[in-house]
């Protein structure tokens, strides 16, 4: 009896599907962040007899054939890219992106990972970083006397002195696209990184070749959406007792056969 098995794969599927409905759910606040939907494919089948074969000596053939599934699989789980509504916030280092694309950001082992939260802080040295004290790229410094800072929907970066009438450039802030977005891995943070699924960084100016633009003085927050994720989660555990009384059934067969004298 392989019910009891391929029961237990069912279980095993939505118990996936709850946690990553309860990750959905965990990250309603943070900034930036995309739902993830587990998907499921069915694994193998036992080929009892199959389709096409010869099943008399004139030739006749089976149309359809016995192939009996042994359950079910993750097959992935896969972002569900959209753009979360904006927030404003009036902070000169909060940046929503509107569009496509991310901001790169300097690991400390020295490698680039890729974000689109974009409430920056500024450094004990000036420099423009995120909440865990990462650079973002390309390593723009404010100088300790400037005023006021502004960020053009294009990127460039401004500083308004009291001494001065005309502002300073200090730099260019650019966002990086990716033909995959949904190969990128997390690394958590609301960091990812670069894969061989997601293809190579293709970096650029805000508004420029397909990319976003930046909104100053507002934050992109999550995209979870409650009511599907409550659904969600509702269909998981149902799936989930229905699998259970499989199992429960497949035991009293069993203990019926048990019980033949």
């Known amino acids: 009896m392989k ?3 391929i029961a237990a794969t069912g279980m095993a599927a939505q118990q996936m599907r709850v946690d990553v409905v309860s990750n959905n759910l965990a990250n309603m606040s943070t900034t930036g962040y995309n739902a993830r939907r587990a ?3 069915d694994l193998h089948y036992q080929q009892v007899a199959r389709p096409g074969t010869v099943a008399a000596a004139d030739g006749t053939v089976l149309p359809t054939g016995i192939q009996v599934g042994l359950g079910v699989r993750p097959a992935a789980v896969s972002v569900m890219l959209a753009q979360g509504p904006l927030t404003e916030t009036g902070g000169d280092l909060d940046v929503a992106i509107e569009g496509r694309g991310y901001l790169e950001v300097t690991l400390p082992s020295g490698g680039a990972a890729y974000t689109r939260d974009g409430s920056l802080k500024r450094s004990a040295e000036g420099q423009i970083v995120t909440a ?3 650079v973002v790229a390309p390593g723009i410094t404010i100088p300790p006397e400037a005023r006021s800072i502004s960020i053009s929907a294009s990127g460039a970066v401004w500083a308004y002195f009291a001494d001065r009438v005309e ?3 200090l730099g260019q802030l650019q966002l990086t696209a990716f033909a995959n977005d949904k190969g990128l891995e997390a690394i958590g943070s ?3 990184v670069e894969t061989a699924a997601s293809g190579p960084a293709q970096p650029g100016n805000p508004g420029v070749d397909g990319l976003g ?3 100053q003085g507002y934050l992109e ?3 979870v959406d409650a009511v599907r994720e409550i659904t969600e989660l ?3 555990q149902r799936g989930y007792e229905l699998n259970a009384k499989v199992i429960a059934a497949a035991d009293q067969m069993l203990a019926a056969t048990t019980q033949v004298r």
């Open 3 to 5: 019910a009891l098995q």
């Open 39 to 41: 998907e499921f494919a």
């Open 132 to 134: 865990d004290g990462h």
């Open 167 to 169: 502002p300073q450039e």
């Open 190 to 192: 609301n960091l990812f």
């Open 213 to 215: 633009t930046l909104r």
């Open 221 to 223: 927050e999550s995209s």
């Open 234 to 236: 509702i269909k998981a």
